[in-house]
């Protein structure tokens, strides 16, 4: 991969760090209105096709060619008012590149030869002036997994939820304006009890659960070329 795309990743992490702070910043941030949710929600459009970056032995990999289907959906209360909006994202998720991050070779060796799975997120509206959005992930429900030495029962992917961000960043090197969220592991569970199956990842020296960013980045998939 090519030093931009490492950096892109790195400013990623970077604006995660940031928006935790300033989520912490309390006096300081003002929610947005349902209008201006409704507004934010719609302009991510019906769809973004791009692919899923993340980060694996000291480089980073790419997987092209998913598409995320948006829906603008709304929270409301027992009488029937609307209290908020948010868009809701589906897609494939590449299953086969969790297994880089499983700590047992037999189930990790199945994980990998694994389809895509189908996947959603919602993006709750955070910050109007940025267009910046909370990207909270479903379970991804991977199903039972036999391998030559056990059977793993409803083996779910759990994510850490309420710190990271999506919507749009600016491209350095092209100045263009794509759309992202980011993911990342949290545990896994075996027949509804965490097991101790995830690998932390390493990068720039700091340990950390494996993340995943759906990016419509043109340049990853020039790179890719």
């Known amino acids: 991969m090519k030093k931009f795309t490492i950096l892109s990743f790195v400013a990623a ?31 991510l459009g019906y769809s973004q096709a791009g692919g899923m970056l993340y980060y694996n032995e000291n480089k980073l990999d790419y997987i092209p060619d998913i598409v995320a289907r948006i829906t603008t959906e709304s929270n409301k209360d027992k009488d029937g008012n609307i ?9 494939k998720f590449p299953v086969s590149i969790l297994s880089k991050y499983v700590n047992d070779d037999k ?52 994510f850490w939820n309420n710190r990271w961000p999506g919507g749009y960043q600016t491209n350095s090197s ?22 101790n199956l995830l690998k932390v990842n390493r990068f720039n020296g700091t340990d950390y659960a494996p993340i995943f960013q759906f990016t419509t980045d043109k340049q990853n998939k020039e790179n890719e070329e």
Do not use: H, R
Not at 83 to 91: D, E, G, L, P, R
Not at 174 to 194: H, L, P, R, S, W
């Open 13 to 43: 992490l970077m604006a995660a760090f940031s928006f935790t702070s300033c989520n912490t910043g309390g006096d300081y941030y003002t929610p947005p209105t349902l209008e201006e949710q409704l507004s934010m929600s719609k302009m």
């Open 83 to 91: 209290k908020s909006y948010y868009a809701s994202v589906s897609f």
């Open 174 to 195: 092209t100045k263009k304006q794509y759309f992202y969220f980011n993911m990342q592991a949290a545990c896994i569970y075996v027949d509804g009890k965490e097991e």
């Open 107 to 158: 189930l990790a060796a199945k994980i990998a030869e694994m389809d895509k799975v189908d996947m959603k997120v919602n993006l709750i509206p955070y910050l109007y002036s940025t267009q910046t959005f909370i990207a909270n992930s479903y379970d991804l429900e991977l199903g039972d997994i036999v391998t030559s030495e056990k059977e793993y029962k409803k083996v779910t992917v759990k």
